[in-house]
Nanobody, 129 residues
């Protein structure tokens, strides 16, 4: 059974930082694209960042470029999201997701929810002004 478990969320003031982690089990981590999504109340789930199995390719949403950094440690089956200069618009539940390597059209579909086969339960990030 595949499990993705996020952690590291919390409440911070604007300008602060957080580091999210996602530990996977039941899947071969280094054969999956990994991504972070977020969903704010009343809004659709949106792709934030994604990284290829070898870390050679990364993708970011325009809204987080320069502030968020995605990374992974395949030996530890762990995905990270370092977030700095947080603002209230970053408030959301953050989810990690996995898609098998070789998923057709991944580079153009990295931010699409339906691209991913496995999902975590989410971790809440709240940024106050």
């Amino acid at each position: 059974q595949v499990q993705l478990v996020e952690s590291g969320g919390g409440s911070v003031q604007a300008g602060g930082s957080l580091r999210l982690s996602c530990v996977g089990s039941g899947l071969t981590y280094n054969t999956h694209y990994m991504a972070w999504f977020r969903q704010a109340p009343g809004k659709a789930r949106e792709g934030v960042a994604a990284i290829s199995p070898t870390t050679r390719l990364v993708h970011y949403a325009d809204s987080v470029k320069g502030r968020f950094t995605v990374s992974r440690d395949n030996a530890q089956n762990t995905l990270y999201l370092q977030m700095i200069y947080l603002n209230p618009e970053d408030t959301a539940t953050y989810y990690c997701a996995a898609a098998p390597y070789g998923t057709s059209g991944y580079s153009s579909m990295w931010s699409v929810v339906g691209t991913y086969k496995y999902w975590g339960q989410g971790t809440q990030v709240t940024v106050s002004s």
